[in-house]
């Protein structure tokens, strides 16, 4: 058993420094269902069975065609006639042993007729080059089945994904800038206590220029608030004055030259932020206030039960303050003090995790479940990200094509601007149209492509017409989509299939934010945008 965990550590060493080992866990148990194994899709496979997902299946009626070994790295020559989803799986279960691949070898179409609770056993679905009505009608039965499903497309120079999920929380958002929680505007009792351990004054030349910065920041914050009415320095005027008053304590040498103290430069360099006020974030808030914060029960997710638990800290314990976050950024000073003040901050947020434990102990029980059904792992790995909790909410397939409920707003705004990427999203529905009228993609004759100029235009003028859109299609747009003939380069798949990987994986991992809900890729000019729709 050691030895296989070791040669896993190795063997995916650099992902697990972004996502850990429960991450890593999380996609080992994951089992993840590709609708049709063309060029994206194989290539979005292919970055899911690298980093070790558990399980994928495979669903697809196609045979392969000569047109799919052109494009697909993961057929070859002799899978021509074979069933497509086989020949896929048997070459991508050679990229990782770790893997287990299965395949179906039937139509969508044909599973949702006989058995729609197949796809209902999956961690995720991920649906590629779909046509509309299996889209909507997969959609549905997976929305009422709380089955995440990522829709993806790639047609000719433009790429399209789409995630459909009722309600996806995250823990780990990992934000990119987010800011030290070092309480030095509201100090606990410890960290008062130990800042009361330092005298700056009375400090030899080696200590006083290894006294980590925040505890600088901290003795000449208590000498600004004893001089300035307890307000500590607001604006930017408050706080170069501040900066100056830490400038005037580094020690100066026989000839009255300040010494060289990187600590307390580092201190002046981060006034700024170490300033900031200790507040619950206004998307915290907005969660706090949430009817399934507030409104527990027995089939409560684990989720909502930890942040009632943070909320009542918050409103009990904390003082108004979420619990401490329990870490300290590196910084100069020598390693005895260095501890000390890691570990000050460490056990006041050891305290307030069990605090918070309490709290979701009580939730339990009052809904009758367990208290060990929420480990105090969890419960930790929770309050230490309270600030950065996440939920992310789309809307269903049938509410975005619906009437009465698109989007109109988010269209016609984009669409000011006739290039926007929205015009993408509009003539891949458009073309979804036209296949369903004339049972193929336009432009997949060259003989036809001129004739199907016309019908594509029909196409889009009815859409727009249907959903009441007062926009303008350049007609240059509809003829490069008839020149594409629903082509799908590798390079544009090779694109999406990254893309969609790593979505997937923020899905499976509940780590790092997912987009939400429509993504457009223009290979044309290497640009993307997010749309709400």
Request: glycine share 4%; hydrophobic share 35%.
């Given at each position: 058993?050691?030895?296989?965990?070791?040669?896993?550590?190795?063997?995916?060493?650099?992902?697990?420094?972004?996502?850990?080992?429960?991450?890593?866990?999380?996609?080992?148990?994951?089992?993840?269902?590709?609708?049709?194994?063309?060029?994206?899709?194989?290539?979005?496979?292919?970055?899911?069975?690298?980093?070790?997902?558990?399980?994928?299946?495979?669903?697809?009626?196609?045979?392969v065609?000569?047109?799919?070994?052109?494009?697909?790295?993961?057929?070859?020559?002799?899978?021509?006639?074979?069933n497509?989803?086989?020949?896929?799986?048997?070459?991508?279960?050679?990229?990782?042993?770790?893997?287990?691949?299965?395949?179906?070898?039937?139509?969508?179409d044909?599973l949702?007729?006989?058995?729609?609770?197949?796809?209902?056993?999956?961690?995720?679905?991920i649906?590629?080059?779909l046509?509309?009505?299996?889209?909507?009608?997969?959609?549905?039965?997976?929305?009422?089945?709380?089955?995440p499903?990522?829709?993806?497309?790639?047609?000719g120079?433009?790429?399209?994904?789409?995630?459909?999920?009722?309600e996806?929380?995250?823990?780990?958002?990992?934000?990119?800038?987010?800011?030290?929680?070092?309480?030095?505007?509201?100090?606990?009792?410890?960290?008062?206590?130990?800042?009361?351990?330092?005298?700056?004054?009375?400090?030899?030349?080696?200590?006083?220029?290894?006294t980590?910065?925040?505890?600088?920041?901290?003795?000449?914050?208590?000498?600004?608030?004893?001089?300035?009415?307890?307000?500590?320095?607001?604006?930017?005027?408050?706080?170069?004055?501040?900066?100056?008053?830490?400038?005037?304590?580094?020690?100066?040498?026989?000839?009255?030259?300040?010494?060289?103290?990187?600590?307390?430069?580092?201190?002046?360099?981060?006034?700024?932020?170490?300033?900031?006020?200790?507040?619950?974030?206004?998307?915290?808030?907005?969660?706090?206030?949430?009817?399934?914060?507030?409104?527990?029960?027995?089939?409560?997710?684990?989720?909502?039960?930890?942040?009632?638990?943070?909320?009542?800290?918050v409103?009990?314990?904390?003082?108004?303050?979420?619990?401490?976050?329990?870490?300290?950024?590196?910084?100069?000073?020598?390693?005895?003090?260095?501890?000390?003040?890691?570990n000050?901050?460490r056990?006041?947020?050891?305290?307030d995790?069990?605090a918070?434990?309490?709290?979701?102990?009580?939730?339990?029980?009052?809904?009758?479940?367990?208290?060990?059904?929420?480990?105090?792992?969890?419960?930790?790995?929770f309050?230490?990200?309270s600030?950065?909790l996440?939920?992310?909410?789309?809307?269903?397939?049938?509410?975005?094509?619906?009437?009465?409920?698109?989007?109109?707003?988010?269209?016609?705004?984009?669409?000011?601007n006739?290039?926007?990427?929205?015009?993408?999203?509009?003539?891949?529905?458009?073309?979804?149209?036209?296949?369903?009228?004339?049972?193929?993609?336009?432009g997949?004759?060259?003989?036809?492509?001129?004739?199907?100029i016309?019908?594509?235009?029909?196409?889009?003028?009815?859409?727009?017409?249907?959903?009441?859109?007062?926009?303008?299609?350049?007609?240059?747009?509809?003829?490069?989509?008839?020149?594409?003939?629903?082509a799908?380069?590798?390079?544009?798949?090779a694109?999406?299939?990254?893309?969609?990987?790593?979505?997937?994986?923020?899905?499976?991992?509940?780590?790092?934010?997912?987009?939400?809900?429509?993504?457009?890729?223009?290979?044309?000019?290497?640009?993307?945008?997010?749309?709400?729709?």
């Amino acid at each position: 058993m050691a030895a296989t965990k070791a040669s896993k550590e190795q063997k995916y060493d650099r992902q697990l420094r972004l996502w850990g080992d429960h991450g890593q866990e999380a996609l080992e148990n994951a089992h993840v269902c590709l609708i049709n194994a063309t060029a994206t899709g194989t290539e979005i496979l292919k970055n899911l069975v690298l980093p070790g997902i558990g399980a994928f299946t495979i669903v697809d009626g196609h045979a392969v065609s000569g047109e799919d070994v052109g494009n697909n790295f993961f057929l070859s020559n002799n899978s021509i006639g074979k069933n497509r989803a086989q020949a896929a799986t048997e070459l991508l279960q050679e990229l990782n042993s770790d893997v287990s691949g299965n395949c179906v070898e039937e139509s969508p179409d044909k599973l949702l007729d006989n058995d729609p609770e197949f796809f209902q056993r999956f961690t995720l679905v991920i649906g590629v080059q779909l046509p509309e009505s299996t889209c909507l009608r997969l959609g549905s039965v997976l929305w009422s089945a709380s089955v995440p499903f990522l829709v993806c497309k790639t047609y000719g120079l433009i790429g399209y994904m789409r995630l459909v999920v009722q309600e996806h929380t995250v823990i780990e958002s990992h934000p990119d800038n987010a800011l030290e929680d070092l309480r030095l505007d509201q100090p606990f009792a410890e960290f008062k206590n130990h800042i009361k351990t330092y005298d700056l004054d009375s400090m030899d030349k080696k200590d006083h220029s290894h006294t980590p910065w925040v505890i600088v920041v901290a003795k000449y914050l208590e000498k600004w608030l004893s001089e300035h009415n307890c307000q500590p320095p607001k604006n930017y005027k408050e706080k170069e004055a501040f900066r100056q008053l830490i400038r005037e304590g580094i020690l100066k040498n026989e000839n009255g030259v300040p010494e060289d103290e990187e600590n307390f430069e580092e201190a002046i360099k981060n006034v700024n932020t170490a300033l900031n006020p200790t507040k619950v974030t206004s998307a915290v808030e907005d969660l706090f206030n949430s009817e399934q914060c507030n409104d527990i029960t027995s089939q409560t997710l684990p989720f909502w039960v930890m942040l009632r638990a943070v909320k009542e800290f918050v409103l009990n314990e904390g003082h108004g303050s979420l619990p401490v976050r329990g870490t300290i950024p590196d910084m100069i000073a020598d390693s005895q003090k260095f501890i000390s003040l890691q570990n000050v901050y460490r056990e006041k947020a050891m305290q307030d995790a069990a605090a918070v434990s309490k709290h979701v102990e009580s939730l339990l029980q009052s809904v009758g479940k367990p208290p060990e059904s929420i480990s105090e792992k969890d419960i930790k790995l929770f309050c230490k990200n309270s600030s950065f909790l996440r939920v992310v909410r789309c809307r269903s397939l049938a509410e975005e094509y619906s009437v009465d409920s698109v989007n109109k707003d988010e269209i016609t705004s984009c669409m000011d601007n006739p290039d926007s990427e929205m015009v993408f999203y509009l003539m891949l529905r458009a073309v979804d149209r036209f296949y369903q009228q004339h049972s193929r993609y336009p432009g997949v004759y060259n003989y036809q492509v001129e004739e199907d100029i016309s019908k594509l235009k029909l196409c889009v003028n009815s859409l727009l017409q249907e959903y009441s859109l007062n926009v303008n299609i350049k007609d240059d747009y509809i003829h490069e989509f008839c020149r594409y003939g629903a082509a799908e380069p590798h390079t544009v798949a090779a694109f999406l299939g990254g893309s969609a990987a790593q979505e997937a994986i923020k899905i499976i991992s509940h780590q790092f934010v997912p987009f939400s809900n429509t993504f457009i890729y223009n290979a044309m000019s290497q640009t993307s945008a997010t749309l709400q729709l």
